[in-house]
Each structure stands twice: as structure tokens, then as C-alpha cells.
């Protein structure tokens, strides 16, 4: 069982093995998020987060998925170069994955355990979940899809210190 973010591995949207551990120290923001969704403007803001707190180690990582409303039927290509287009996003997007049921990526099945929403759920809800992962590798918390990323603020700014 992973103990820590760091442990798993994925793929960038252009299908390049990544490992996060290349992101040990750091403190992630991970991002499940969707193009054609009524969440989708939090793009911008979380490309704000971004450019405000990379230079502390604060890495954005978003993760396309289509399980909600089909909200991002398009190719890998497509949904990178939407979000570059239309929100000047420049963190890292990884290739589209699932987030819950048999076929959940084994990092948002780690995410969900570790940090259950409202009642325990371990599901996630819907697009543009987040994840606050501290410079440890370890789940800080978890925000709701309405929470907008500005309002995130405070919590990167207590996890860059610890």
C-alpha cells in the first residue's frame, strides 16, 4: 500500500512516462478537470496558483477526465491544447484517466482513501476535485469541486512553510 504521492507514477498528455517522484519536496495541488464543464473557468485560477507559488514548490497537476457528464470527450491533444488556448495553462497536464470504479488511476484511489469527502465518501463527485498534497508526500486535504482555487491560498501557504 503507498504510503505517499510520491510512489506512483502516470503519464503526461502527451504520453511520457512521469513519475512524481521527480516532485518529492514540493507540495502538489492535484486536479481532476474537464473542458466542456460549468467548473471548467477554474483553469484560470488555478494556472494563477500556479504562477504565484511555482518559484516556492508548489507544482498544479491536472488530470483530465471524462467520467462526469462526458464533459471531456476529446484526445489527449486536444483537451492540452484547449487548455493552453483558452486559459494559458502551463503546469502539468497529465493524460485523460478515470477517477472512480474499477478502472480509477491507482493515485485517485490512494487520493479518495486517504482523504474521504462529505460523510466518508470516498467517491469523487465531480470535476475539478482537489487534492493538497504537503512536501511529504501526504494528503493535506481535500476541496470540493465549487471551491474555488483562490480561496486556496491560505492552505498552499501553510503547506510551502511546513
Not at 482513501?113 to 470535476?127: D, H, S
Request: charged share 20%; hydrophobic share 40%; aromatic share 10%.
Amino acid at each position: 500500500m503507498s504510503t505517499t504521492a510520491y510512489e506512483f507514477d502516470t503519464h503526461s498528455i502527451d504520453g511520457q512516462p512521469v513519475a512524481l517522484k521527480q516532485y518529492a519536496g514540493k507540495v502538489l495541488l492535484v486536479v481532476n478537470t474537464a473542458s466542456a464543464c460549468g467548473f471548467t473557468p477554474q483553469l484560470g485560477g488555478l494556472q494563477q496558483l500556479h504562477e504565484k507559488y511555482q518559484d516556492r514548490g508548489l507544482v498544479v497537476v491536472g488530470f483530465p477526465c471524462n467520467q462526469f457528464g462526458s464533459q471531456d470527450p476529446g484526445s489527449n491533444a486536444e483537451i492540452g491544447q484547449f487548455c493552453e488556448r483558452n486559459y494559458g495553462v502551463t503546469f502539468p497536464m497529465m493524460a485523460k484517466v478515470d477517477v472512480n470504479g474499477a478502472k480509477a488511476d491507482p493515485l485517485f484511489k490512494w487520493l479518495t482513501a486517504e482523504a474521504p469527502g462529505l460523510l466518508g465518501t470516498k467517491a469523487i463527485k465531480w470535476n475539478f476535485t482537489k487534492f493538497l498534497v504537503g512536501k511529504d508526500g501526504r494528503v493535506v486535504k481535500r476541496y470540493a469541486p465549487q471551491e474555488p482555487p483562490e480561496s486556496l491560498s491560505r492552505d498552499i501557504e501553510a503547506a510551502l512553510a511546513a
